[in-house]
């Protein structure tokens, strides 16, 4: 079981930057794929970037390629997305998720755990 919540998320103009945080608990953490979704209103929850077990793979989504960077630490337990030059289009509700799973995985029904979500607006 794992219990997950996000934090980072506000008001930003377009070009700037923000960096989300997710709090993980649960002995093995460090054996999970994380997975950063986002849903805007009236919208299905996309996909945005994930990470592998390790750190080692890393996928994301085209329009995020450049500018949107996720990282983990095993440490503490934490998985991070940093997003720079944001654009009024990436304004969504962004969601942490976890999937006990060895292959990295780009869609929500693959993921079984997930946080209560964290709001992102970006003003043009």
């Known amino acids: 079981q794992v219990q997950l919540v996000e934090s980072g998320g506000g008001l930003v103009q377009a070009g700037g930057s923000l960096r989300l945080s997710c709090a993980a608990s649960g002995r093995t953490f460090s054996r999970h794929v994380m997975g950063w979704f986002r849903q805007a209103p009236g919208k299905e929850r996309e996909f945005v970037a994930a990470i592998s077990w390790i750190g080692g793979i890393t996928y994301s989504r085209d329009s995020a390629k450049g500018r949107f960077t996720i990282s983990r630490d095993n440490a503490k337990n934490t998985v991070f997305l940093q997003m720079n030059s944001l654009k009024p289009e990436d304004t969504a509700a962004y969601y942490c998720?976890?999937?006990?799973?060895?292959?990295?995985?780009?869609?929500?029904?693959?993921?079984?755990?997930w946080g209560q979500g964290t709001q992102v607006t970006v003003s043009s």
């Open positions: 998720a976890a999937a006990n799973t060895i292959v990295v995985r780009t869609t929500p029904y693959d993921y079984p755990y």
